[in-house]
């Protein structure tokens, strides 16, 4: 069965650290999607990233990484130098090939960036 | 505009009423979700759509029912609303084997 583990419900950290976003997933199927999203306060979920299965190499967007590990099947996030515009909650998720039907999310991690 | 829009943005009404929430998608995906997102509850799935007249249930589909007669809508009725369905909902989409949802902006609605 498909799972997304997402332990960390709330960090808080101070502006320009860096905080790192734990996802672990569960899934018998050997090709799946990853990804993240992210709602800030005003509400609407925002697509960040998708990563296939075959796919391990790290990514990096600006201040935001990704590092995906099959071998501990989790799909971290991490931000560096972080801004109070982080502040938001954070969803990991995961669907399973030709399963357009079915997107399983983490129930989320609560960032606040402490100015 | 392009995208995918959700109408009303916010509802209040009274126990028992109908209300029925709009979502409309200009990208012609075949797939077409709803979910509720209620606090420790995450989003949960109520029902999805893979095309036209093609719909089935999801995770908490009690309460609510959905049609599709054309691609680009997907309302959701409450036929008769009760105080356990005050929450946000979110309408998304997504093309053929891209795996990724796209959102609208959500509607928050509250029974009273």
């Known amino acids: 069965a498909q799972k997304v583990t997402q332990a960390q419900t709330e960090i808080s950290v101070v502006e320009k650290e860096d905080v790192t976003l734990d996802c672990v997933y569960e899934t018998r199927d050997t090709t799946y999607y990853l990804f993240w999203y992210k709602q800030p306060p005003s509400g609407e979920l925002v697509f960040l990233i998708r990563?296939?299965?075959?796919?391990?190499q790290n990514e990096i967007s600006g201040r935001y990484s990704w590092n995906f590990q099959k071998s501990t099947s989790s799909f971290n996030f991490t931000i560096t130098a972080s801004q109070v515009v982080d502040s938001a909650v954070y969803f990991c998720a995961l669907s399973e090939r030709g399963r357009d039907d079915k997107i399983i999310f983490g129930k989320g991690t609560r960032l606040h960036i402490l100015p | 505009d392009a995208g995918i829009t959700q109408s009303p943005r916010y509802k209040i009404t009274e126990t028992g009423r109908q209300v029925t929430l709009m979502c409309h998608q200009t990208w012609s995906h075949s797939y077409m979700f709803w979910y509720r997102q209620d606090l420790g509850h995450g989003l949960r799935l109520i029902y999805y759509s893979a095309a036209a007249d093609i719909t089935d249930k999801g995770e908490v589909p009690d309460g609510y029912v959905v049609s599709r007669s054309k691609t680009e809508n997907f309302p959701l009725t409450l036929e008769s609303a009760t105080r356990s369905q005050t929450s946000v909902y979110f309408c998304?989409?997504?093309?053929?084997?891209?795996?990724?949802?796209?959102f609208g902006p959500g509607t928050r609605l509250t029974v009273l």
């Open positions: 990563r296939n299965s075959f796919d391990e």
């Open positions: 998304a989409s997504t093309g053929q084997g891209r795996g990724e949802q796209f």
